[in-house]
């Protein structure tokens, strides 16, 4: 059902999320733009004046590996501030509260593990772009270190001692994801009963198989996102309310 107003939205999650002992949440774009980070992906977004960086032309020159740094620090002086909004700390307080095993993200912001969520329960389909990695032997790189080195080269992207090239430790587009989070992702979302998807459209690839997978599980399935999503007809609650409203009566004080 589509909830009718906000009241009924949060009264019916209430019900869903008491009567269940392991909730999911599975999370997009629309949990953090309130924390005024935009949707990349959405009509009129950054990607669309600027086309992201393909993964094979990233490995194919410094040229790319420099524009591509150049763009992230752009990016850190804009979002790098970005806090968790009301959608983070709710979820926090499931977490808290031990309703929830493990969340998935297709985000790369780091605002599920800066709003208390521990890094290993967190699982990031879209990699994290908070800190980089070396893409060879994958030491990490905190990204204040890769711009100081980037600006004292003359704006050249650093190599990693072993040689290997550097990069945001995120999942760009054409690069494999990865095996171990999708697999986790899966368990989790196979051994829930509630799964509650939070501003996604779940259009992209692999986004769009977990409601399926939870529901055939047997897990009842919920849907928060401003616009419908071709997996409303099979959800047992669909909120089309802000996200911040309609999770902020579960933050724990
Ligand atoms: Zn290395």
Redesign the pocket.
């Known amino acids: 059902m589509i909830a009718s107003d906000l009241d009924t939205a949060v009264n019916t999650l209430r019900d869903l999320i008491e009567g269940s002992d392991r909730i999911v949440p599975f999370t997009g774009a629309g949990i953090s733009t309130e924390c005024g980070i935009p949707d990349f992906r959405s009509p009129g977004g950054l990607w669309t004046e600027n086309r992201p960086i393909q993964f094979d032309d990233f490995l194919a020159s410094q040229e790319m590996r420099d524009e591509s740094w150049r763009r992230r620090f752009v990016m850190e002086d804009k979002f790098g501030g970005a806090r968790p909004g009301r959608g983070h700390r709710a979820l926090a307080s499931l977490y808290r509260a031990g309703k929830v095993p493990g969340l998935i993200t297709q985000n790369i912001d780091n605002l599920h593990q800066a709003s208390g969520i521990a890094a290993d329960d967190i699982v990031e389909l879209h990699g994290n772009t908070t800190y980089a990695t070396?893409l060879?032997?994958t030491?990490r790189y905190e990204l204040d270190w890769v711009h100081k080195t980037f600006e004292a080269n003359g704006e050249r992207a650093p190599d990693?001692?072993?040689g290997?090239y550097i990069k945001t430790a995120t999942v760009s587009f054409g690069q494999a994801m990865p095996a171990a989070a999708m697999e986790k992702a899966e368990q989790l979302t196979r051994d829930c009963d509630l799964f509650v998807s939070i501003g996604s459209s779940l259009v992209v690839w692999p986004a769009a198989g977990f409601p399926l997978m939870a529901k055939r599980n047997g897990a009842a399935l919920v849907i928060i996102n401003r616009e419908p999503t071709e997996f409303d007809e099979i959800a047992d609650l669909v909120v089309r309310n802000d996200i911040g409203d309609a999770l902020a009566p579960f933050i724990a004080h």
Do not use: L, Q, V
């Open positions: 070396c060879d032997c030491k990693c001692e072993c290997g």
